[in-house]
């Protein structure tokens, strides 16, 4: 199974971009959808993530300005991102954390390239 991210691309300070992440077949008992993101010279990052039951949480510097959804019926994720800000450049990973029998196990995409320009 692959995770396929797609929306990435280079936008100015105060635009708006939306990401999609969807799984290249299904999977199932996907409890966790979440964004990351990894700026060069840090670390990854959770940018949000949401539940099976639609619970939310944003990383602080996000918060507000961005909404993560998902259609589960279509295995995909979206991260809408509204009022980009330099520093919101990134790569930005999708992760899908399933439940297994003995614990979880998380699918990664491939990353797609998030630019801001000042």
């Known amino acids: 199974v692959q995770l396929q991210a797609s929306g990435g691309g280079l936008v100015q300070a105060g635009g708006s971009l939306r990401l999609s992440c969807a799984a290249s077949?299904?999977?199932?008992?996907?409890?966790?959808m979440g964004w990351y993101r990894q700026a060069p010279g840090k670390q990854r990052e959770l940018v949000a993530d949401?539940?099976?039951?639609?619970?939310?949480n944003y990383a602080d510097s996000v918060e507000g300005r961005f909404t993560i959804s998902r259609e589960n019926a279509k295995n995909t994720v979206y991260l809408q991102m509204n009022s980009l800000k330099p520093e919101d450049t990134a790569i930005y990973y999708c992760?899908?954390?399933?439940?297994?029998?003995?614990?979880?196990?998380?699918?990664w995409g491939q990353g797609t390239l998030v630019t801001v320009s000042s």
């Open positions: 992760n899908f954390r399933a439940d297994r029998s003995r614990g979880y196990y998380d699918y």
């Open positions: 077949r299904t999977i199932f008992s996907i409890n966790i």
């Open positions: 949401i539940t099976s039951g639609n619970i939310t």
